[in-house]
């Protein structure tokens, strides 16, 4: 019998933990695929404006941005986990919507070099796709 740090492996154990697997799997990639649905198509052309919360007061927007690239950091770090092999998740495209949250200084050149990647971009319209929404425009 093997052993791990939480003990022996029992039939209960590994139904758990698949089940576990399972629902963060199912989890990670209806977030994944609700935000790739919702943003416009043009969202990686350069001429899309990226202004956020510019119509709000100083302090929210400043509080906005601080909240949104936390998230995105987050978002990076789940990502990165999920890319290892055995853990579920769709890492890359998680990692994506970090990115996409983050600001930095050649966030958009990032974004594009990863969205114009065939596989990546060809993923995304098929989402897109089935939800009725037309393919990303990538210069």
Do not use: C, W
């Not at 709000?56 to 690239?69: A, D, E, F, H, S």
Request: hydrophobic content about 50%; glycine content about 8%; cysteine-free.
């Amino acid at each position: 019998m093997f052993v791990f740090v939480f003990g022996p492996i029992t039939l209960r154990g590994v139904l758990f933990a698949s089940l576990l697997f399972l629902v963060t799997f199912l989890i990670s990639l209806a977030v994944v695929s609700f935000i790739l649905v919702k943003i416009p198509p043009n969202y990686f052309h350069p001429d899309h404006p990226r202004e956020f919360l510019s119509e709000r007061t100083p302090i929210i927007r400043v509080l906005g941005i601080i909240g949104k690239n936390l998230l995105g950091l987050l978002l990076v770090a789940l990502g990165i986990v999920m890319s290892v092999p055995g853990v579920p998740g769709q890492g890359i495209l998680t990692i994506l919507l970090g990115i996409m949250l983050l600001d930095f200084p050649g966030k958009r050149v990032l974004e594009y070099k990863l969205v114009s990647k065939p596989q990546i971009h060809k993923t995304i319209n098929k989402l897109r796709h089935r939800f009725g929404k037309p393919p990303l425009v990538v210069d």
